[in-house]
């Protein structure tokens, strides 16, 4: 079983960058679609991006393309995203998941989730 742990969250103004990284325990990152998803308290948990297991493939949600890149490193058990031109309406807890499939968009679909970590973009 892979675990997840997410780091690179913080406070950031309007218009600035942050990467975030999700780190994976265990022998199999390679065999896992990864993606990233945000929550805001009392909200569904909403699609950001998602990468295939060779790194080629990738998606995004509308409102972030452009804007937005995921990556990954097999040879580090890393996934990155990319954040920037940061927007307030990006606030939220970011969490990074892993399917042992193709990449998804629907979170019901992923198998395994980090504990999160806090972005907040300020005006």
């Known amino acids: 079983q892979v675990q997840l742990v997410e780091t690179g969250g913080g406070l950031v103004q309007a218009g600035g960058s942050l990467r975030l990284s999700c780190a994976a325990s265990g022998r199999t990152f390679s065999s896992y679609a990864m993606g990233w998803f945000r929550q805001a308290p009392g909200k569904e948990r909403e699609f950001v991006a998602a990468?295939?297991?060779?790194?080629?493939?990738?998606t995004y949600t509308d409102s972030v393309k452009g804007r937005f890149t995921i990556s990954r490193d097999n040879a580090k058990n890393t996934v990155y995203l990319q954040m920037n031109s940061l927007k307030p309406d990006d606030t939220d807890v970011y969490y990074c998941?892993?399917?042992?499939?193709?990449?998804?968009?629907?979170?019901?679909?992923?198998?395994?989730w980090g504990q999160g970590t806090q972005i907040t973009v300020s005006s």
């Open positions: 990468v295939s297991r060779n790194g080629i493939g990738t």
């Open positions: 998941a892993a399917r042992n499939g193709f990449r998804s968009t629907d979170p019901k679909n992923y198998d395994l």
